[in-house]
């Protein structure tokens, strides 16, 4: 129902910072609840971090908390994901959902994607 375009992967050594942004189209924006997931080379796509529709809440896995914030300016229809103190491990094709509704944490559950972008951390 949206069109999501995710920007701001790179190459970027380990320890530094990173911040990745998806814009959406439409008018529903702020009644959607967002999530970033990522997909490393021979695995399977996992979830990172989500945002509810109302701001209200934040999920991260447990392998980015307190690395990574997810933030959202629905003025400019678009989230957002900071990453600090990245790690080799966090090299993955980045990508962001979008549903309507409550945050959740399961891929199933997000009804529009992103194309992704490439996120590389240089040890």
């Known amino acids: 129902q949206v069109q999501l375009v995710e920007s701001g992967g790179g190459l970027v050594q380990a320890g530094g910072s990173l911040r990745l942004s998806c814009a959406a189209s439409?008018?529903?924006?702020?009644?959607?609840?967002m999530g970033w997931f990522r997909q490393a080379p021979g695995k399977e796509r996992e979830f990172v971090a989500a945002i509810s529709w109302d701001d209200s809440s934040t999920s991260y896995a447990d392998s980015v908390k307190g690395r990574f914030t997810i933030s959202r300016d629905n003025a400019k229809n678009t989230v957002y994901l900071q990453m600090d103190s990245l790690k080799p491990e966090d090299t993955a094709v980045y990508y962001c959902?979008?549903?309507?509704?409550?945050?959740?944490?399961?891929?199933?559950?997000?009804?529009?994607w992103g194309q992704g972008t490439q996120v590389t951390v240089s040890s």
């Open positions: 439409g008018r529903t924006f702020s009644s959607r609840s």
């Open positions: 959902a979008s549903r309507v509704g409550a945050i959740s944490r399961q891929q199933t559950s997000y009804n529009n």
